[in-house]
């Protein structure tokens, strides 16, 4: 990742930067034609070291470097040393930005992690659902920019599906497009079998990796919670659990920056994971 980021500003900036490659000559033949061999010499300085070079021609070109990171995987050693590495070139004054998105989980992760605490100074937005009429409206017009025809009924059962979240309305989109992607109409088939294949994704790669990231205190607080048909009180979240306000809004306060539940009006929180209140009272009975 970090090299690509690297060559990637090179490409970008080629006519800003000096990125002229360095020889040196290995080999000189004396023939009829002559022959020279060169090699490139290694750069032996450290991936800071190299982005710092490179943003400082930048700044001295009157301009900056943006470094945009998807999908943020908190378990990447890169991943790490590019956030401190950050940190050290806003510590210098370099024109220098870092946008990161991620699922919330792994962006609380990330925060909570030593090295780049940091972060947690860094201003955060938080997507939230998206209202049904722009999915809606998000799925048709991918649809029809690109030639193709869409079952209204199959329209209609993937809004319901996505309930909002960004990452199944990539995923289920996806799933169905690529069923039939010869054909030039996704039928209502398609779309079902588009989400039965990302709720089976979603469960493996978010609900079942965001328990596991649960502690025991954590699942308790959660599990408090299934006793609510839909919104929870921290007064009764406190009775519940016989432990203290404090205590409560500690355990409350970290679902929320996992993204797992939200708050719905002062002392008011529910389940914000789409299919997580169902995942965990699975998980409870087995």
């Known amino acids: 990742m970090l090299e690509e980021i690297e060559f990637g500003t090179k490409h970008a900036a080629a006519h800003l930067i000096d990125s002229s490659n360095q020889f040196e000559v290995t080999g000189l033949g004396i023939a009829p034609l002559g022959s020279i061999e060169v090699n490139r010499v290694h750069d032996a300085s450290t991936w800071r070291y190299r982005m710092s070079d490179i943003i400082d021609q930048l700044n001295e070109a009157g301009t900056g470097l943006l470094v945009t990171v998807d999908e943020v995987d908190p378990t990447l050693d890169e991943m790490i040393q590019l956030a401190a590495t950050?940190?050290?070139?806003?510590?210098?004054?370099?024109?220098?930005?870092?946008?990161m998105a991620g699922l919330p989980n792994n962006v609380s992760t990330l925060l909570n992690h030593k090295t780049v605490s940091f972060l947690r100074r860094a201003q955060q937005y938080h997507l939230g659902r998206i209202a049904d009429y722009d999915v809606r409206e998000a799925l048709i017009r991918t649809i029809q920019e690109n030639d193709r025809l869409a079952d209204a009924e199959g329209i209609d059962r993937a809004v319901r599906s996505i309930s909002g979240?960004?990452?199944?309305l990539q995923l289920v989109g996806y799933r169905a497009w690529d069923l039939t992607s010869d054909s030039k109409e996704i039928s209502s088939r398609d779309?079902?079998?588009?989400?039965k294949i990302a709720r089976d994704e979603m469960d493996d790669r978010i609900l079942a990796a965001t328990y596991r990231e649960l502690t025991a205190e954590d699942k308790r607080f959660l599990i408090a919670m299934l006793d609510d048909e839909e919104e929870s009180t921290t007064a009764d979240l406190v009775e519940r659990l016989k432990r203290s306000p404090q205590q409560v809004s500690?355990?409350?306060r970290r679902m929320i920056d996992a993204g797992i539940i939200g708050e719905r009006g002062r002392g008011i929180v529910?389940?914000?994971?789409p299919f997580f209140r169902d995942y965990l009272a699975a998980q409870c009975v087995k």
């Open 191 to 195: 779309f079902d079998l588009g989400i």
């Open 250 to 252: 500690r355990y409350r």
């Open 86 to 99: 950050y940190q050290h070139f806003v510590t210098d004054g370099k024109r220098v930005a870092l946008l």
């Open 270 to 273: 529910a389940f914000e994971l």
């Open 165 to 168: 979240f960004p990452f199944l």
